[in-house]
């Protein structure tokens, strides 16, 4: 998961909290309580957040604490085996991949179910 940045968030990331549930309309209001100020709808109720997006005053997690949801990758990929020589073809349609797909693909691999850093060490 991507730490909560109230930046992003309020410049129109895609919010969703620790348990993977959409948080949409994520707003800060002026108020005199600042703390308190962050609001966002979760399954149709509006909850109030810290503006770190913590649901909770604690450092102990909770499910509805704030998180920036990952991008996901798009395209597909054709890995080949040739005389034990591999390789590999990026494409941005599966109809693409498979039209050029060669007697010894052995795999196309649809890449929206990875986020962006999928297999990347944390920096």
Known sequence: MIKFNL???LNG????TRDGREASQVTLFD???EEWALFAVVDGEVLSYL???NFKH???PHELDLFIAPEMLSGFVNV???NNITSYAIHKTK???DMAALSYRIACIDL???PVGYGLEDE
């Not at 990331?13 to 969703?16: C, L, R």
């Open 112 to 114: 929206s179910q990875f």
């Open 58 to 60: 604690s450092d102990d």
């Open 13 to 16: 990331a895609k919010v969703i």
């Open 31 to 33: 108020t005199s309580n």
């Open 7 to 9: 930046e992003k968030a």
């Open 95 to 97: 109809e693409q991949a």
């Open 51 to 53: 503006k770190n997006g």
């Open 80 to 82: 080949f085996n040739d």
